[in-house]
């Protein structure tokens, strides 16, 4: 079974960078599709970004798409998730998720592991 555990949150000021870190214990990480999920208080969770299991197709939310990357380092069994120009908006707890399936997705429910969540919250 993979475990994934995310790095990088905390507080942050409003249009700064993000960069937040997802390693994983297993080699399938690095195979297969990855995503990055946030959830604010009192809100659905709700897909970021993803990336295919060989890397070359990412995928990104309209509320994030042109200042966010999502990209994968193999050697180190991990993803990373960047974002720009942060919006108080973007407060939430940011999940890493992981799939047996090399095809990235959009939705939560077709992810097989997740990691426990790290939490972001971006001051005006």
């Known amino acids: 079974q993979v475990q994934l555990v995310e790095s990088g949150g905390g507080l942050v000021q409003a249009g700064e960078t993000l960069r937040l870190s997802c390693g994983a214990s297993?080699?399938?990480?690095?195979?297969?599709?990855s995503g990055w999920f946030r959830q604010a208080p009192g809100k659905e969770r709700e897909f970021v970004a993803g990336?295919?299991?060989?890397?070359?197709?990412?995928y990104y939310a309209d509320s994030v798409k042109g200042r966010s990357t999502i990209s994968r380092d193999k050697a180190k069994n991990t993803v990373l998730l960047q974002i720009n120009s942060l919006k108080p908006e973007d407060t939430a707890v940011y999940y890493c998720?992981?799939?047996?399936?090399?095809?990235?997705?959009?939705?939560?429910?077709?992810?097989?592991?997740w990691g426990q969540g790290t939490q972001v919250t971006v001051s005006s």
């Open positions: 998720a992981g799939r047996y399936n090399s095809r990235y997705s959009p939705a939560a429910y077709d992810y097989d592991y």
């Open positions: 990336i295919s299991g060989t890397g070359d197709r990412t």
């Open positions: 297993g080699r399938a990480f690095s195979t297969y599709a």
